[in-house]
C-alpha cells in the first residue's frame, strides 16, 4: 500500500514494515505488481507533477499516470513543426546513433580490459559503422548502420559475460534468455525515466524525429534514450552478472507464456541495482564542469533539447558520449 500524508509519501510493506519517503525527494514512482494506492497520494502526485508507471510483476510496462501542469502548448506546436523538417530530423539521427554507437563501443572496450580478452576485430568494426553515419542520407540509412553495429555489440558482449548468462544476441517480445530479459526491463524502466522529462519539460512524448511512428508508443522518448541505453542499462546488466550479483536460478520459463521471467527477489536485486545507478554522479555530460547523477543528466539533456526545439539549431545539440 502506498498512501500520502503530512508531506510523506508511506510504503506499507507487507511484514507490516513502514518507510515515509519526503515528498521533496521523488521525482517517479514505479509500482511493479498488483499495489494499492490512496487518493491522498494521487492527488499529491498530479499537484507536484510526479508520474506513477505501472508494471505487471514480471516488468511488463502498463500505463502511466501524469500530470498535465508541465504541457506548454507552443513548444509542443514548434516540436511538431520541426517533427516535418527532414534536414533537422537527419541532424539530430546522426548525433543521437553516432554517440550510441560510441558508447557501446566504448563500453565492449572496458569490459574487455577487465576479462583480460581481445576483441579488438570486434571493436573495429563497430567504430565502421560510426564512421559511417556522417555520410548517411536518409533515417532509414542510419539506422541500418546502428542495427548492423547493435549485432556487432552484442556478439562481444556474450563473449565477455559469466557463462552461465551466455546468450546469442538481441531478442525481446518476449525475451529468450535472462540477459535479455533484464535488458528489456531496463530498457522499459529508462523509457519512462526519460518520458517523464519530456513532460516535465512541455515537451510530447509521442511527436519524435528518428523512430517511426507507432500506435501508443512514445517516440520521443525512445529517440532520446538511446544515449544512454549502454551507459545506463547495459552497464547495470553486466555488473549484476559479471560481479555474481544475481543468479541464473531467479530466471524460469513459465508454462502459461513465452518467454523467460525473473523471479521476485531477482526484480529487487535489479532495480536496487538500477535505482543506484540513476544515482551515481558522473562527469559525462561535456557541457556540465561538475559531476551529476545520470538522473539529473537526463534532465540536463532534455533541457538541451528543448533549446534545440525552442530555436531550431541542431548543432545546441550534445549527446552524452563515454569516452
Known amino acids: ?73 507552443r513548444r509542443q506546436r514548434r516540436q511538431i513543426e520541426l517533427s516535418n523538417d527532414n534536414g533537422f530530423k537527419l541532424e539530430l539521427s546522426k548525433k543521437i546513433i553516432k ?61 565477455l559475460v559469466y557463462s552461465d548468462f551466455k546468450f546469442k544476441g538481441r531478442n525481446r517480445r518476449p525475451p529468450r534468455d535472462a540477459f535479455n530479459s533484464m535488458l528489456s526491463l531496463g530498457y522499459s524502466i529508462l523509457l519512462n525515466e526519460v518520458y517523464g522529462e519530456l513532460e516535465n519539460k512541455g ?41 555474481h550479483e544475481i543468479s541464473i536460478d531467479r530466471f524460469s520459463k513459465r508454462e502459461d507464456k513465452p518467454g523467460i521471467f525473473i523471479d521476485k527477489e531477482g526484480m529487487r536485486i535489479f532495480i536496487n541495482k538500477l535505482e543506484r545507478k540513476f544515482m551515481t554522479q558522473s562527469r559525462y555530460l561535456s557541457y556540465v564542469d561538475y559531476p551529476v547523477s545520470f538522473r539529473r543528466g537526463i534532465g540536463l539533456q532534455i533541457e538541451c ?14 549527446p552524452v558520449k563515454l569516452r
Request: proline residues 2%; aromatic residues 10%.
Open 203 to 243: 515537451l510530447n512524448p509521442y511527436f519524435g524525429f528518428m523512430h517511426k511512428d507507432r500506435e501508443k508508443h512514445p517516440t520521443l522518448a525512445s529517440d532520446l534514450m538511446e544515449e544512454w541505453r549502454a551507459v545506463i542499462v547495459d552497464s547495470v546488466v553486466m555488473s549484476l552478472i559479471n560481479g
Open 99 to 159: 554517440a550510441k554507437i560510441n558508447n557501446q563501443k566504448v563500453l565492449l572496450q572496458r569490459y574487455m580490459r577487465s576479462k583480460r580478452m581481445d576483441l579488438s576485430g570486434l571493436t573495429s568494426e563497430i567504430a565502421i559503422y560510426e564512421r559511417k553515419i556522417d555520410g548517411c542520407t536518409g533515417i532509414e540509412q542510419i539506422m541500418g548502420y546502428e542495427g548492423g553495429a547493435a549485432k556487432v555489440y552484442f556478439t562481444g558482449l556474450s563473449k
Open 305 to 318: 533539447f528543448n533549446r534545440v526545439i525552442e530555436n531550431g539549431d541542431i548543432s545546441d545539440y550534445t
Open 1 to 73: 500500500m502506498l498512501s500520502y500524508s503530512e508531506n510523506c509519501f508511506t510504503v506499507n510493506c507487507k511484514d507490516g514494515t513502514l518507510r515515509s519517503i519526503p515528498a521533496e525527494t521523488l521525482d517517479g514512482i514505479s509500482l511493479f505488481g498488483p499495489v494499492q494506492v490512496s487518493t491522498q497520494c494521487v492527488e499529491k502526485c498530479l499537484s507536484r507533477g510526479i508520474g506513477i508507471s505501472y508494471y505487471s510483476k514480471n516488468g511488463s510496462y502498463f500505463g502511466r499516470l501524469s500530470s498535465t501542469n508541465h504541457v506548454n502548448v
